[in-house]
Antibody, heavy 124, light 111 residues
Framework: QVHLVESGGGVVERGGSLRLSCVAS????????MHWVRRAPGKGPEWVAFIRSDGSIKYYGDSLKGRVTISRDNSKNTLYLQMNSLRAEDTGVYSC?????????????????WGQGTLVTVSS | QSVLTQPPSVSGAPGHMVTISCTGS?????????VHWYQQLPGAVPKLLIY???NRPSGVPDRFSGSKSGSSASLAITGLQAEDEADYYCQSYDSSLDGVVFGGGTTLTVL
């Protein structure tokens, strides 16, 4: 059974930093691309970043580009998102999501599993 | 303003059919990129409903179907049930943005 469990969220002041983690289980983590997606209050999903199964390819969404870094440690089955220079509009629930297809090179696949997410609140 | 445009809301009576549209452009749906659909029940994470334009994951009832034509895609739900009340989102890839794009979401109300 696939499980994705995020942590690392919290309340941070504008301009601050956070490092989010997503621990995966129930599938061969090192075979799948992974994503971070955020959901702001009352809004739909917004894609944040993608990382290839081996970590060699990364893509970023425009809203956070230059301020976030996605990474992964396949030996620990863990996905990370380093977030810097946070703004009030970055507030939301950040979820990790698993690609449906194995070893994709680009973030065009559907997501077959999502984590519940971790709440990031940026105070101004 | 989302790159993919969905109607904010649709409604239908139990047993009837509704369709939800997702309109994009030549850099996403109108290109070679697939459209995927998700259902989000209140308080839950999105659930994959349709992938690759028209494919259903195992466990998704055949009341749900997807299609794509030109720069638009549609999700059809037949035999509406009260449990179908949820938010629905389309997703694709955009070559101009070099990233994933979602629709703004459609709230389905079963009357």
């Amino acid at each position: 059974q696939v499980h994705l469990v995020e942590s690392g969220g919290g309340v941070v002041e504008r301009g601050g930093s956070l490092r989010l983690s997503c621990v995966a289980s129930g599938f061969t983590f090192s075979s799948y691309g992974m994503h971070w997606v955020r959901r702001a209050p009352g809004k739909g999903p917004e894609w944040v970043a993608f990382i290839r199964s081996d970590g060699s390819i990364k893509y970023y969404g425009d809203s956070l580009k230059g301020r976030v870094t996605i990474s992964r440690d396949n030996s620990k089955n863990t996905l990370y998102l380093q977030m810097n220079s946070l703004r009030a509009e970055d507030t939301g629930v950040y979820s990790c999501a698993k690609d449906l297809l194995v070893e994709t090179d680009a973030p065009a696949s559907a997501y077959d599993f999502w984590g519940q997410g971790t709440l990031v609140t940026v105070s101004s | 303003q989302s790159v993919l445009t969905q109607p904010p809301s649709v409604s239908g009576a139990p047993g009837h059919m509704v369709t939800i549209s997702c309109t994009g452009s030549t850099s996403n749906i109108g290109a070679i990129y697939d459209v995927h659909w998700y259902q989000q029940l209140p308080g839950a994470v999105p659930k994959l409903l349709i992938y690759g334009n028209f494919n259903r994951p195992s466990g998704v009832p055949d009341r749900f179907s997807g299609s794509k034509s030109g720069s638009s895609a549609s999700l059809a739900i037949t035999g509406l049930q009260a449990e179908d009340e949820a938010d629905y989102y389309c997703q694709s890839y955009d070559s101009s943005l070099d990233g994933v794009v979602f629709g703004g979401g459609t709230t389905l109300t079963v009357l």
